[in-house]
């Protein structure tokens, strides 16, 4: 500190002998590519600027010869907060002052930031103090109060994994002020740090520091914006964890707010406490809310125990009222909240609950290069080389990848070659081209994920039905269709050729493999053009982005089961907001939808008509297999109702008149011979008899017989011989047998036996 005073010094007399003109006012200066000018000429001097009462300094700027050398800034109560040294018109040094006392110096050319302990034996006040845009680094601050002050873009924090410089604060206060975006970030240790009666925006970030220790209360205050990140882990004993009121225990996080209200409100300590040996290891919050009023709580997570529970007493609530909030943030409930935010609300709430997972289908696309990128293997799934590529605008890359998926569509190289074409699966990414069935079958369990499908035979059986089962086919998607086949088949199918499977074929041998390759390059340039993709990765602002989205990894759930899941939700919401509204995952975003949009368009334009032809053919053999089958019934049916209105003619006809010989009394004994039933029961089987009689004559004779004959059967004038008929011996037994077709098997017996 002591060179850095020496320093100062000499820049100060420096200035003090070339600014010998008097003060200009700073609204007389005109700057010109970093040059001052007044009145038409290089300025050397010291201009001001005022606050609105014209006469307190707000600013000073010493110049020579145009260039800055120094500002110095002040307070409405004309202290000095703040100097800037410069060195070639560019800035050197800032110096943040306290009472007049260098407080803090920040080296822009060695990037160090140093700062000057406040130890105080007994309470030191400072009262009035404006610090703005100020990193305070690796500091003391013991006893200290700060009253009626102005914190703007300030922050407290120690150097990341160094114990030596951790930021201690240490009974640190501040009371009556306004904290513009006041931060205490990593490597903190903040022990009774107490904010009474401030408004303004805070935020605490506790990093994966050993030191990191924060005991934060808030009272009496009136806060716009509070966010509290942890993802400490730190050690507890036993003992610690037994205590059920903490009194044991050395606390590394703990929150106390009295008599505030807060806009916005978000508490996430997403550690887990889980026991090794004799210790636990995690972060053990307190978090309690006294006469305390939410408008919207964003986050709330305590943290969980090695079970995935929240950690027990670790939330306390007594007059809290919360008004609204981001439920799917919400982890932890106590009886004091709104009835909205307790398990059964979060129920409620999820039945109709959609995530916006937008920014997690980006960061698919902000990885890192794949493992074994060039080469192209279609053993495993190609869906990250895919969107690589789109990143990064690889031409080439996605070119060869597309020839090679059409070439396993081929069956390139196969000694029978005989392609299949798939439909695109209903689970796929609509973004990435790979239509083969191993997308379903390695990334999906459904069945219902499975596309339909077609090779080469489907489509020439296809092509050979009627006319009303085809739609145009495009001649490319012809030629290639029918390049794969090792023959070229032209299939005749008879007209009942689905129902019995026969089909005429005629070959004519070709050379599959050339014909195959001509047709798939010709395909391939008329429909694909990538020379227009962009590189998303390239440029400074790619890479801010790649970074922001490397923290979205995975996808935000509809539905939690447990407390871990609404912690896991919890996290990953809070994932997406910190990189929603960036700059340079727009610009990344917007580039990465200009190059999937140009590549989805041309595969769409390529292989949509192949897709929509494998569903159309299935459908279309289908519905013809259908029609042929209502054909076979519709021909039963005809055919049924043709014998039962021939066999009412021939109970009419001569022919019929075979049968009353069971009419008679001599019919009614044979058939009821063994029968001792009543008169009833015996005309019945009688009747069932005489009907049996009376088919069985049909049958035989309508099935022997050609139409003519049997019409001449059924009037009575048939003259032909029982050989002329076609009639056999086994036939004419039949004949014979007629009679007693309904009757029963003894009767059927003596009746053959009589006949012999």
Same mark, same amino acid.
């Given at each position: 500190m002591n060179k850095i005073k020496i320093f100062l010094i000499n820049s100060f007399l420096l200035i003090f002998i070339i600014s010998c003109s008097s003060d200009s006012n700073l609204q007389d200066i005109n700057f010109e590519n970093g040059l001052a000018y007044k009145d038409g000429n290089l300025f050397s001097g010291i201009a001001s600027d005022y606050y609105n009462e014209g006469t307190v300094i707000k600013n000073t700027i010493s110049f020579e010869d145009g260039k800055t050398i120094k500002k110095a800034y002040f307070s409405e109560s004309g202290d000095l907060i703040a100097d800037e040294i410069f060195?070639?018109?560019?800035?050197?040094? +800032?110096?943040?002052?306290?009472?007049?006392?260098?407080?803090?110096?920040?080296?822009?050319?060695?990037?160090?930031?140093?700062?000057? =302990?406040?130890?105080?034996?007994?309470?030191?006040?400072?009262?009035?103090?404006?610090?703005?845009?100020?990193?305070?680094?690796?500091?003391?601050?013991? &006893?200290?109060?700060?009253?009626?002050?102005?914190?703007?873009?300030?922050?407290?924090?120690?150097?990341?994994?160094?114990? =030596?410089?951790v930021a201690l604060l240490d009974n640190f206060k501040i009371i009556d002020s306004s904290l513009e975006n006041l931060k205490f970030g990593e490597n903190v240790a903040a022990s009774y740090l107490t904010l009474d009666n401030v408004t303004g925006k805070i935020e605490v970030l506790i990093e994966q520091d050993e030191q990191a220790i924060i005991s934060l209360k808030i009272s009496n205050s009136d806060i716009e914006d509070f966010v509290l990140k942890n993802s400490h882990e730190g050690r507890f004993t036993d003992e610690c964890y037994s205590s059920p009121n903490w009194e044991n225990c050395v606390l590394n996080l703990s929150l106390e707010t009295q008599n505030s209200s807060f806009k916005n409100f978000t508490f996430l300590n997403l550690s887990v406490q889980s026991r090794n040996n004799t210790t636990i290891n995690s972060i053990t919050p307190i978090l309690s809310f006294k006469n305390t009023t939410i408008d919207s709580l964003n986050g709330l997570i305590v943290g969980m125990d090695a079970s995935g529970d929240p950690i027990n007493n670790a939330f306390l609530c007594d007059g809290l009222e919360v008004k609204d909030g981001k439920i799917p943030m919400i982890a932890d409930y106590c009886f004091g909240m709104d009835s909205k935010f307790d398990q059964f609300g979060v129920k409620d709430f999820e039945k109709s609950y959609l995530p916006n997972n937008s920014l997690y289908l980006i960061a698919k696309y902000a990885l890192e290069k794949p493992t074994d990128y060039e080469n192209i293997n279609y053993s495993t799934n190609r869906e990250k080389d895919q969107r690589y590529a789109l990143a990064v605008g690889d031409q080439e890359y996605l070119e060869k990848h597309i020839s090679e998926v059409y070439k396993e569509l081929l069956d390139f190289g196969s000694f029978s070659p005989n392609a299949k074409f798939y439909d695109i699966s209903k689970c796929a990414d609509s973004n990435l081209f790979y239509p083969q069935d191993k997308q379903w079958?390695?990334?999906?369990?459904?069945?219902?994920?499975?596309?339909?499908?077609?090779?080469?035979?489907?489509?020439?059986?296809?092509?050979?039905?009627?006319?009303?089962? &085809?739609?145009?086919?495009?001649?490319?998607?012809?030629?290639?269709?029918?390049?794969?086949?090792?023959?070229?088949?032209?299939?005749?199918?008879?007209?009942?050729?689905?129902?019995?499977?026969?089909? +005429?074929?005629?070959?004519?041998?070709?050379?599959?493999?050339?014909?195959?390759?001509?047709?798939?390059? +010709?395909?391939?340039?008329?429909?694909?053009?990538?020379?227009?993709?962009?590189?998303?990765?390239?440029?400074?602002?790619?890479?801010?982005?790649?970074?922001?989205?490397?923290?979205?990894?995975?996808?935000?759930?509809?539905?939690?089961?447990?407390?871990?899941?609404?912690?896991?939700?919890?996290?990953?919401?809070?994932?997406?907001?910190?990189?929603?509204? &960036?700059?340079?995952?727009?610009?990344?975003?917007?580039?990465?939808?200009?190059?999937?949009?140009?590549?989805?368009?041309?595969?769409?334009?390529?292989?949509?008509?192949?897709?929509?032809?494998?569903?159309?053919?299935?459908?279309?053999?289908?519905?013809?297999?259908?029609?042929?089958?209502?054909?076979?019934?519709?021909?039963?049916?005809?055919?049924?109702?043709? +014998?039962?209105?021939?066999?009412? =003619?021939?109970?009419?006809?001569?022919? $019929?008149?075979?049968?009353?010989?069971?009419?008679?009394?001599? $019919?009614?004994?044979?058939?009821?011979?063994?029968?001792?039933?009543?008169?009833?029961?015996? &005309?019945?089987?009688?009747?069932?008899?005489?009907?049996?009689?009376?088919?069985?004559?049909?049958?035989?004779?309508?099935?022997?017989?050609?139409?003519?004959?049997?019409?001449?059967?059924?009037?009575?004038s048939l003259r032909k011989s029982n050989r002329e008929i076609g009639f056999t011996v086994g036939d004419v037994r039949k004949i014979m047998m007629c009679p007693v077709a309904g009757a029963d098997n003894k009767v059927r017996d003596l009746f053959a036996r009589q006949l012999n």
């Open positions: 060195l070639n018109n560019k800035i050197s040094q +800032r110096i943040n002052y306290l009472d007049g006392e260098i407080f803090v110096v920040k080296d822009f050319n060695k990037n160090t930031i140093e700062a000057n =302990d406040l130890l105080c034996e007994e309470e030191c006040i400072y009262e009035n103090v404006t610090l703005e845009d100020l990193v305070i680094s690796a500091i003391t601050i013991k &006893n200290v109060t700060f009253k009626n002050s102005k914190f703007k873009n300030v922050s407290f924090e120690g150097a990341k994994f160094r114990p =030596d410089d079958r390695r990334g999906y369990n459904s069945q219902d994920c499975a596309p339909e499908v077609f090779d080469t035979s489907d489509f020439i059986t296809w092509q050979s039905l009627p006319k009303e089962f &085809n739609s145009d086919v495009g001649e490319m998607q012809r030629e290639l269709i029918t390049s794969s086949m090792n023959y070229l088949q032209t299939y005749t199918v008879y007209e009942d050729g689905v129902r019995k499977g026969i089909r +005429r074929e005629a070959y004519e041998k070709k050379n599959p493999l050339i014909d195959s390759e001509v047709a798939l390059n +010709r395909y391939l340039e008329h429909y694909y053009d990538l020379s227009s993709l962009q590189n998303c990765y390239r440029g400074r602002e790619a890479k801010e982005a790649l970074d922001l989205l490397g923290t979205v990894k995975n996808e935000i759930p509809t539905i939690t089961e447990t407390y871990v899941d609404r912690v896991a939700r919890g996290r990953l919401i809070l994932a997406n907001e910190s990189v929603s509204d &960036n700059f340079a995952v727009s610009q990344f975003k917007q580039c990465l939808e200009g190059n999937v949009s140009i590549y989805v368009s041309q595969n769409t334009n390529a292989y949509s008509p192949l897709a929509k032809l494998a569903v159309k053919i299935q459908t279309d053999l289908s519905l013809y297999a259908d029609l042929e089958e209502r054909k076979k019934e519709e021909a039963k049916r005809k055919k049924k109702q043709q +014998r039962k209105e021939l066999f009412a =003619d021939f109970k009419k006809s001569p022919s $019929g008149e075979a049968c009353n010989i069971l009419k008679e009394d001599d $019919g009614a004994f044979i058939i009821n011979y063994y029968f001792s039933g009543s008169l009833e029961a015996k &005309n019945a089987r009688l009747e069932r008899a005489y009907n049996a009689c009376l088919s069985c004559y049909f049958n035989l004779f309508s099935t022997t017989l050609g139409d003519e004959d049997f019409k001449k059967f059924l009037d009575g």
